[in-house]
């Protein structure tokens, strides 16, 4: 059996053995001030979006030509959450 079979087969046993997983509580209102400070980027975390990204390839390589400086090109095919 190959090993991602074998993988499979485990998991949807472990599935199939445990419990039913029940729905998550819904959040109160009192908790929410609490668990959004939780889940929102530090100051450090987000200087990603500090930066002039472009979404016009020619233009960013006129640009990118006047600065002397390289292009990051990050393209990819299909849906951006995975779901094809």
């Known amino acids: 059996m190959t090993s991602t079979r074998h993988f499979l087969v485990c998991g949807l046993a472990c599935l199939a053995a445990g419990p039913a997983a029940r729905a998550a509580e819904p959040i109160r209102p009192d908790q929410f001030t609490a668990l959004r400070a939780l889940v929102q980027p530090d100051q450090g975390e987000d ?12 233009q960013a390589r006129q640009i990118a030509a006047r600065q002397g400086k390289p292009i990051l090109l990050w393209e990819m095919d299909g849906h951006p959450l995975g779901c094809t």
């Open 47 to 58: 200087a990603w979006a500090k930066i002039p990204w472009q979404t016009d390839l020619t």
